[in-house]
């Protein structure tokens, strides 16, 4: 059973007709009768740059699956990380057969060297949060406490760090102050896939792993994130799914 230390109640509560949407294009938070989009949705809206445009040209028609791939690893991790919080035991091999492919494994294994290592208290794990303010809302990959202060982690599996995950972590950052009360001291980012080879003083690194925090204030990430969302309104100026135009069931009758 995990243990975790309740700390910080919610003062903004989930509403009785909260939902996740998800949709091959888009993802919506249900509450109290609106859509909330999803902060990685928002982020969507974000400009590539040069160096994807140059990937793209450089990977050609490979990049869907590349990016289906990855997508499908981070999500592996973050399930594994989710059960090991849980408490639940995870072997690589049952009954001599492998369970995970090795990368993974060792992913989630840089996951328990930085957990072990820096022993967090677990204030919360996937916890849903939201915006009133801002009209957004989205899922948090874990709270914690370490060293007295309260810390917003959110776990990458990605070959690169990119500006958007800085974004992420500040408005979870942002929603959770907003829900519990409580404005975290830090937020950062493991990113499970590091160069780093090992701990280093005044780091927080392991050997594949590392936190890696912000050089921009949380008030620059904030009207950043602000500004991308502008851009993202003007492109979604309704704010809610698709289906919601057409009926979602159908039956034959006898």
């Given at each position: 059973?995990?243990?975790i230390k309740k700390k910080y109640n919610r003062i903004l509560e989930i509403s009785d007709d909260a939902k996740q949407i998800t949709l091959p294009d888009s993802r919506y938070y249900k509450r109290n009768g609106e859509y909330y989009p999803s902060i990685t949705y928002v982020l969507s809206a974000y400009p590539k740059g040069k160096f994807f445009y140059d990937w793209l040209k450089k990977v050609g028609y490979s990049a869907d699956y590349i990016v289906k791939k990855a997508g499908e690893d981070g999500t592996q991790v973050h399930?594994?990380?989710?059960?090991?919080l849980n408490g639940k035991e995870l072997n690589f091999l049952e009954h001599g057969i492998p369970m995970y492919h090795p990368d993974i494994w060792q992913g989630f294994l840089r996951f328990v060297d930085w957990w072990e290592t820096y022993k967090p208290t677990l204030l919360e794990t996937e916890v849903h949060l939201f915006s009133d303010k801002i009209k957004v809302a989205g899922t948090c990959d874990l709270v914690c406490e370490i060293d007295d202060e309260v810390w917003v982690i959110d776990f990458?599996?990605?070959?690169?760090?990119q500006t958007t995950y800085e974004l992420q972590t500040a408005i979870y950052s942002e929603c959770y102050a907003e829900c519990f009360g409580k404005v975290p001291d830090r937020q950062g980012i493991l990113w499970l896939k590091s160069s780093k080879r090992g701990p280093k003083e005044g780091k927080m690194q392991g050997k594949g792993w590392e936190i890696s925090e912000s050089k921009r204030t949380q008030e620059e990430n904030i009207d950043i994130f602000k500004t991308v969302k502008k851009l993202f309104d003007l492109e979604n100026p309704y704010h809610k799914p698709s289906f919601t135009g057409f009926r979602t069931q159908a039956k034959r009758k006898p």
């Open positions: 059973m995990k243990k399930e594994m990380i989710e059960d090991y990458k599996f990605s070959n690169n760090l």
